[in-house]
């Protein structure tokens, strides 16, 4: 990029941000004490912070504090009240009509889904989270891309928009679909997983609810979320455990999670996590203060 922008002059952004015929990438180096009110005009905007934190009111909702372990899409025509405390540093990406145009009906397809890919409220993307990896990665891409020379860099650059636009999109349309009571029997797998996470039989009882047979609901259900049934609910058993282990001991857990052998349950969880049950307690409590 060839300017650090101090405000969100669209004159600015659009002279001075790096664009392609895909996406603009601007960067941002806001004072403390800064207030701006803008909008993000025709695009889908991706907005990440690098440094610093925000305090946010979009589309005159209510107000919420966003910083580096968090990404926020907005979709197109979305007016901000933004302020901040202390100097921060932002980058956002700007994805062009004729990037989503050409994504937004791969997406859809992939998805069976009648809802367009880019209807949908503000969609708050923490960085920690499985669904996000992928988006960190393109972006990391990007940035590696950002200094290469020439058109390869445009050429690279587009490739990773392209990348990112795909998985924004998928996210927003996966959350669309789940919240907006959709019949599509991935969707409501998902909804009955979360109702009766530690009640569900089998995923062959799953399947039958759909009318489905237990191979094709597994490939659906792979293809839009990534993990097979039995995986998505073995990940929000782990999930929950965390939360459990706050209260309750290793057994206690394993046992109301439903999970007799006590060492699977740790192998699980460990696989997960990449720690044990008892280091992920360990980890939470407070150093001894000499």
Known sequence: MEKLLKNFSRYDELHYGFQTDLIRILYYDLPEHYYEQYSSYECSKLCTILDGEKEVRINKTESFQYGSDEMILLPPHSSVEMSIGRQTKALVFELGDELIERLEPVVGEEFGLEEKATVGDVVRCGLRSDEMDPVVKAISRMKTYMAYPGDSKIFLVDLAAQELAYHLLRIRSFRLSLHNDSKHPVFRAIRDIHSQLLTLASVKELAGSYNMSHTHFTHLFKKITGLAPREYITL???????????????????????????????????????????????????????
């Open 236 to 290: 929000e058993k782990m999930k929950l455990a965390r939360q459990l282990l706050q209260e309750s001991t290793v057994t206690e857990t394993a046992m109301h999670l439903n999970y007799d052998n006590i060492s699977h349950f740790i192998a699980l969880f460990k696989r997960q996590f990449g720690i044990t049950p008892k280091q992920y307690q360990l980890s939470r409590q407070p150093e001894n203060v000499l």
